[in-house]
């Protein structure tokens, strides 16, 4: 079992700056891929960017650019850092972990196995 812990939300106003970090449980943290989602108000929750376990990262198109991922995997914690930062980011960040450990991006909800709470994330206009 892997418990995944969020921090780091807040309000920004546009143009600025976030780092998210996710604190995760477990000895094994260093083999999962790790992702981060976010859901809008009103809409389904969306693939952010993931990262697998040798560093490879992914992004969907909106974060690339702007947004980075990255790992430490001797303190268990996955960071977001988030530049540029529009209002359209607004949502609430979910970091996510799959114990699959096969070739693709990891860009869909059903490949993760372990979700964090949340943590809420607002950019002011």
């Known amino acids: 079992q892997v418990q995944l812990v969020e921090s780091g939300g807040g309000l920004v106003q546009a143009g600025g700056s976030l780092r998210l970090s996710c604190a995760a449980s477990?000895?094994?943290?260093?083999?999962?891929?790790m992702g981060w989602f976010r859901q809008a108000p009103g809409k389904e929750r969306e693939f952010v960017a993931a990262?697998?376990?040798?560093?490879?990262?992914y992004y969907t198109t909106s974060a690339k650019g702007r947004f980075t991922i990255s790992r430490d995997n001797a303190k268990n914690t996955v960071y977001l850092q988030m530049n540029s930062m529009k209002p359209e980011d607004t949502a609430v960040y979910y970091c996510?972990?799959?114990?699959?450990?096969?070739?693709?991006?990891?860009?869909?909800?059903?490949?993760?196995?372990?979700w964090g709470q949340g943590t809420k994330v607002t950019v002011a206009s």
């Open positions: 477990g000895r094994t943290f260093s083999s999962y891929v």
């Open positions: 996510a972990a799959s114990g699959y450990s096969g070739s693709g991006y990891y860009t869909k909800e059903d490949e993760y196995h372990y």
């Open positions: 990262i697998r376990s040798g560093g490879s990262t």
